[in-house]
Each structure stands twice: as structure tokens, then as C-alpha cells.
């Protein structure tokens, strides 16, 4: 895939909830096609299954809703597919920091950058310019909330591994109004546990290891209040919120019956509620980012149980970004992934395993809700693979006339003009199944 194919696929995400959310970006390209102003929303909700392509999202329908169900996320009103590779010399596959950078600036980079193009050079991010238009920000994760994802929204760095460093942005740069998630141990000095103590039975390697001093002490000096538990997510009440709910992930990713955990002391859906009613005080609106990291990390391990259990626990926070939204029409909700993860596909259980054992073999039965049905997981890598994303799986909901699958708004793209479409112009027809994408016009965007 070309460079110039990726800015069709990046697009309809990022000038999508830039145009809906009324910000601009520098991007020329984003910039120049902002749209027009009708339509506006006042708020962005961006949600990311890490990992999650489509076999993840059949596996979780079938598992969650059945064979004529519907996820939360399916029934979303506009629909579109994304090519996630990054514009790296050395890889055609995405990591996560390349792949939220592009949603978060419109620029392609190398795998492991947060927010720098290909030189290393600092890009504009979508939360920064949400927090510039006078915005509240937030991001939602259940990885550490200085991974690659949320970083890419709200810092700078050549390097996804100096979360010490994006957490000192994200307190004296971006400021993000909301952070919730795990990672505590990047906040911390070494010796210096806090509340998740270092060297815990279910990881000896988790500790503090942060370079840049007490970051929750300077996190409460600049007026963040800071949370650890459940129960004092749920008291809190200031209008900044630091919340940091693990040493690293809320979760132990590991392969199946081998110490794999999942089970956050706040799930997705709590951690996205109150980031909603926090973030919702500001009368000029949001963005908040929310990401469900188990997706990735379980389909890493090849593990279908506890990756069908993360989705599950994205499909309520997904609910919960739906229901804000019916009640704040004025919200924007997108829900999409970074990138496949497992090279999964989904399987009848009545054939034999064709594709071998260790980490190609097949994971399963699981069964299909409202059926004696059951199907299989078949893994062919533990790594990110090139398949398609669906989504971005909504524009804003509830929509007037949200009865069919249309297209994602595209500001960049040719009009297809049909007077259901949502404001903005409408993809057209022939790249909604993917494989037109490859053959877009040669002159649509110059290489950059
Ligand atoms: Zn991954």
C-alpha cells in the first residue's frame, strides 16, 4: 500500500472527528478539507480496540450476540474500513504508536514513534489542538496510560518506550483534564512502590522505574486529583483526575491457564463513565480517548478466552460512549482498532486443524450465544498482521436517519452526494470494500 493510498484511509478518522469536534489540524490536507461547518459536534469520543480487526469482531459477535446479533459497535450508523501500515523503513506492519500517531496527527511515521514524522520531528496532536480550542481532554485506557495508543493523542517522543517522559508531557504539556488506566510504575521513581506494590506474585518484573521524580506528587501539585481504587474512582469529583489503577497493564497477559489474568480494579466501562461526566462540565466539550488493550495483548498470547473477555469489556464501554451520546446528541463516537493482531480467523469446529500446533493451533470451542453452535479461533502468528480494520464504525449518534450501513464522512475525498449522507462528503461507493483503496486515483495526494 502507498503512502498516497493512506491518507484516504486516514481521512475519514481524523478530519472526521477534526471537522465534527470544530478543530483544525495543521495537516494541509486535513486542513484544507475540514468541511463545512454544519453539523458540528462539541464532542469526540475515540474508541480503540487495540488489536481488534474483523475476525476479532465476528468471534465477539458470535460469542457475545449470537448469529443474527449485533455488537454495540455494529449497530453504530456509518461504517468504513481502514489499511493500517505505518511508513516505516524496516516493517509493512503497524506497531501502535505508528498507527494512533496517524489518527492523532494524519501523518504516517515509523514503528515505536509517538507523534514524530519519519525525521523525528514533533507533529501537532488531536488532543493538544482539542485542549488549544479550549476543550477538556481525557484518555481511557486498561494498558499503562502512557502507552503507545493514548501517547500518540497527547505527546511527543522519538520513542514509545520513554513513558516516563510522555507522562512528564502529559502533566506540564498536553494536560490532559482525565487520565485513567495503569502504568503507575512510570509515575514512580525506583524504590518508590505506591499504592500497587513492586514485585507482585502475579509479575515479579513489575516496579517502579520512572527517571523524571514523583509524578503523582507533582500531578497533585498541579491540581489533578489522584485516585488508585474503585472506590475512590467513584467519590472523586474534581475537574482534573489522575487515576492509575496497576503497575503497568490492568491486566496479566499470558497464554491460557499459564497466569493469564484479566479482571481491572476498574473496568473500561467505570473508567469511561467518569471520564463522561468529568470531561462533560466543559461547555465548549471534549475529546476523550478510551481504549481496551486486552484485545491486542491476549491475541498476542494467542489466548481466545481472555481476548473474547477484553471485547467484551469494550463492548460496555462502547454502550456507555452510546448512551452519553443519545442524551448529547452533539457527540461524535467513533469506535475502531489500530491493527489485526493473532492473524485470527474465525472456524467451523467440524474441520480438522490444517494449520499445526504451538502458536498455529486452534484455540477453542467457544459457543455462540443462542445457539448449540460453536466455532473455532485459529491463530497463525502472535504478531500484528496487515489485515484491514473495520471502522471507523460511527459518526455521530444517534443519527436522523441511521437505519443502513453508509459510509464514514470524508472531507478529502471525491462527493458522492446523496441527501441521507451526514454532513461532510461521503466516501465514494467503491472504496467501502477495501481492495479499491489500492487502486485510487494516482493523483489524489502527493507522496509527502
Ligand atoms: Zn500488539
Known amino acids: 500500500m502507498t503512502f498516497r493510498s493512506s491518507r484516504w484511509l486516514l481521512a475519514p478518522v481524523v478530519a472526521g472527528a477534526v471537522a465534527a469536534a470544530g478543530l483544525s489540524l495543521v495537516n494541509p490536507i486535513t486542513a484544507a478539507d475540514a468541511g463545512p461547518a454544519k453539523g458540528k459536534a462539541r464532542n469526540v469520543i475515540f474508541i480503540n480496540g487495540d488489536g481488534m480487526a474483523a475476525a476479532q469482531r465476528e468471534a465477539a459477535r458470535l460469542y457475545l450476540a449470537g448469529l443474527d446479533g449485533q ?39 515509523y514503528n515505536g514513534a509517538i507523534s514524530v514524522d519519519v525525521d523525528g520531528n514533533p507533529l501537532p496532536t488531536l488532543g493538544a489542538q482539542a485542549k488549544a480550542a479550549g476543550k477538556a481532554t481525557g484518555l481511557v485506557t486498561t494498558a499503562q496510560v502512557t502507552d503507545a495508543s493514548p501517547a ?30 495503569g502504568g503507575e510504575d512510570w509515575w514512580l521513581p525506583a524504590g518508590a ?3 500497587y506494590p513492586d514485585k507482585p506474585a502475579e509479575d515479579t518484573s513489575e516496579a517502579s522505574k520512572g527517571t523524571k521524580g514523583d509524578l503523582i506528587t507533582e500531578a497533585k501539585a498541579k491540581g489533578y486529583q489522584y485516585v488508585s481504587t474503585a472506590d475512590q474512582l467513584q467519590a472523586a469529583k474534581g475537574g482534573k483526575l489522575l487515576g492509575l489503577f496497576a ?13 493469564d489474568v484479566y479482571n481491572p480494579p476498574a473496568s473500561l466501562a467505570t473508567m469511561t463513565d467518569k471520564a463522561l461526566s468529568t470531561l462533560s462540565k466543559n461547555k465548549q466539550g471534549f475529546f476523550l480517548f478510551v481504549e481496551e ?7 498476542h498470547a494467542n489466548n481466545g ?34 491493527h489485526e493482531c493473532g492473524g485470527l480467523t474465525v472456524e467451523d469446529t467440524a474441520t480438522s486443524d490444517e494449520s499445526g500446533d504451538g502458536i498455529s493451533a486452534e484455540d477453542g470451542p467457544f459457543p455462540i450465544k443462542g445457539s448449540s453452535l460453536s466455532f473455532n479461533l485459529d491463530w497463525t502468528t502472535s504478531g500484528h498482521t496487515g489485515a484491514d480494520v473495520p471502522s471507523p464504525r460511527s459518526v455521530r449518534w444517534p443519527s436522523s436517519s441511521a437505519a443502513s450501513t453508509r459510509t464514514p464522512t470524508c472531507t478529502t475525498c471525491s462527493p458522492r452526494s446523496s441527501p441521507a449522507d ?27
Open 293 to 299: 488493550e486486552g484485545i491486542d495483548e491476549f491475541a
Open 152 to 181: 500518540a493523542f497527547f505527546a511527543n517522543t522519538a520513542n514509545r518506550s520513554a513513558q516516563d517522559e510522555i507522562a512528564r508531557q502529559y502533566l506540564e504539556v498536553t494536560k490532559p483534564d482525565v487520565i485513567l488506566g
Open 422 to 448: 451526514p454532513p461532510g462528503r461521503a466516501l465514494p461507493s467503491r472504496i467501502r470494500d477495501g481492495r479499491a483503496l489500492r487502486s485510487a486515483p494516482p493523483d489524489r495526494f502527493a507522496p509527502g
Open 247 to 259: 503497575n503497568e497493564e490492568l491486566f496479566q497477559q499470558r497464554p491460557e491457564g499459564e497466569g
Open 305 to 338: 478466552t481472555r481476548m473474547l473477555q477484553a471485547l467484551g469489556e469494550l463492548e460496555k464501554a462502547v454502550a456507555v460512549a452510546r448512551n452519553y451520546a443519545a442524551s448529547h446528541p452533539d457527540t461524535l463516537v467513533v469506535v475502531t482498532g489500530d
Open 193 to 195: 512502590a505506591g499504592a
Open 71 to 109: 455488537l454495540t459497535m455494529d449497530k453504530l450508523p456509518y461504517s468504513g474500513q481502514l489499511t493500517t501500515s505505518p511508513h516505516d523503513p524496516a516493517s509493512p506492519i503497524t506497531d501502535s504508536a505508528a498507527a494512533a500517531t496517524a489518527w492523532a496527527t494524519g501523518e504516517k511515521t
